[in-house]
């Protein structure tokens, strides 16, 4: 039992070192309150023991937090993964593409601007971190891998959190990863 954490549950707007004072002088008793200051009549530690037993968290309350804390680390995994970049062959050969934020907004409006029939030649876009001309189908083929990263790597997230949301145990969620 955290007997400072059980006074402050049962009186908020108490100060620690303040109002109360918790102790332990290390000769096996454990801690105690060392002092008290408050008007309030000093808790029994039997009311200190019932107050942290209330405190703790139901088994449902623990599996929804293991929950909540995985699919949190599956959704910055996630992005992480789409934000790392793609491999596209659309100029014959696997190459890399950068696919932050931006990447993934100005790889949208270039193609836009290609179906309306603005951008008529070829396309300078940067592989393997070299600007490099690509014809409009090659620009399809790379737009079309880049969703496909996207996808991919969503269609992964939703699968993995249906699967932390469907796990009935702590170490079943444990064991689910990227």
Request: hydrophobic share 40%; proline share 4%.
């Amino acid at each position: 039992m955290n007997i400072a954490l059980a006074i402050k549950h049962l009186y908020p707007q108490s100060i620690p070192m303040t109002d109360f004072i918790v102790q332990d002088d290390s000769d096996g008793n454990g801690p105690y309150i060392a002092q008290w200051n408050m008007d309030e009549e000093q808790p029994s530690l039997e009311v200190l023991q019932s107050t942290w037993n209330a405190m703790q968290p139901t088994p449902e309350q623990s599996l929804n937090d293991a929950r909540t804390a995985k699919i949190n680390l599956l959704n910055t995994a996630c992005n992480e993964s789409i934000l790392a970049g793609f491999t596209s062959d659309a100029l014959g050969t696997d190459i890399t593409y950068d696919f932050g934020y931006n990447d993934q907004i100005n790889l949208g409006s270039t193609f836009n601007a290609i179906l309306a029939g603005i951008i008529t030649g070829n396309v300078m876009w940067k592989a393997s971190g070299v600007p490099q001309p690509h014809t409009f189908e090659q620009f399809k083929v790379l737009y079309a891998d880049g969703i496909a990263h996207k996808t991919a790597n969503i269609s992964k997230y939703w699968e993995l959190k249906d699967a932390v949301l469907s796990a009935t145990h702590a170490e079943d969620i444990a064991s689910i990863s990227w």
